[in-house]
């Protein structure tokens, strides 16, 4: 979905997903720990779920490198 980020600080490693068939925070909780990767195409980065994010179901992750802009709307593979 996006970055996190507050008004003035952007976490270039971190960012908001919303996995599909999540609706609540409960079930957001359950992912918490799992491997996250994103693929580049030539490369896959990996990441972690670090914790829920709001009442919605989004799920923070947080990745080993910074993200590219690229990656803001984009599939990620939760293993």
């Not at 909780?29 to 709001?54: D, F, M, P, Q, Y």
Request: hydrophobic share 35%; aromatic share 4%.
């Amino acid at each position: 979905m996006n970055y996190r980020r507050s008004i003035h600080r952007t976490s270039g490693n971190q960012i908001i997903a919303q996995p599909d068939g999540v609706e609540t925070r409960e079930a957001a909780a359950k992912l918490v720990g799992k491997k996250v990767t994103w693929n580049t195409g030539k490369r896959a980065i990996a990441g972690e779920v670090a914790s829920a994010h709001g009442k919605k179901g989004a799920i923070r992750v947080r990745f080993e490198t910074g993200m590219p802009g690229q990656c803001v709307g984009q599939e990620i593979s939760i293993l």
